[in-house]
């Protein structure tokens, strides 16, 4: 499966691809991550790519996603083009507006009822993509959240997780 997850800098697109990544690989799954963003901190474009198969994986980048993560209108007009006709487009419903048939929730609205903070908008969209997806475990993302985000950051990251898996499953 190809994933794309597109948004500004500063939404923390790319720490999302790398637990995404490392989910995969706790499973045993093949697993590739690469990224690309603007030179500014914050506010430009920012992509992070995850192809997951149980085959081995000869693409090193996406190049038809069967899954784009819209998380700002700049990362889906920027990445759109690269979505499969087929292919499941999430968009924070509060950011994207879009045409297209598509799923989602208002992401970073949620992020900051649940814990406020507008920082934790990847880790309720990556819920949210995990529950429609089924790419991964639930266990397998939390666990790789414990990993990779910031000492003392764990309990809030995965609570922001759960609420997003919670949108996925229910809507």
Not at 120 to 142: C, D, F, P, Q, R
């Amino acid at each position: 499966m190809q994933i794309r997850i597109a948004g500004f800098g500063g939404q923390g697109v790319i720490l999302a691809g790398v637990i995404l990544g490392e989910a995969a690989a706790i499973e045993g799954l093949n697993v590739i991550q690469t990224q690309d963003y603007g030179s500014q901190s914050r506010g430009g474009h920012s992509i992070a790519d995850v192809i997951i198969s149980k085959e081995p994986i000869y693409d090193l980048m996406v190049t038809r996603a069967d899954v784009l993560l819209a998380l700002s209108q700049i990362g889906y007009n920027g990445a759109i083009e690269s979505l499969r006709d087929d292919g499941l487009l999430i968009v924070d419903t509060g950011l994207v507006v879009t045409e297209r048939e598509h799923v989602g929730a208002p992401f970073t609205k949620l992020a900051e009822e649940t814990t406020g903070l507008a920082l934790t908008v990847n880790m309720v969209a990556l819920g949210y993509l995990v529950a429609k997806t089924g790419i991964v475990k639930k266990e397998s993302v939390e666990e790789a959240i414990r990993r990779r985000v910031p000492k003392g950051t764990e309990e809030i990251n995965i609570r922001a997780f759960e609420v997003g898996y919670g949108e996925g499953v229910k809507g």
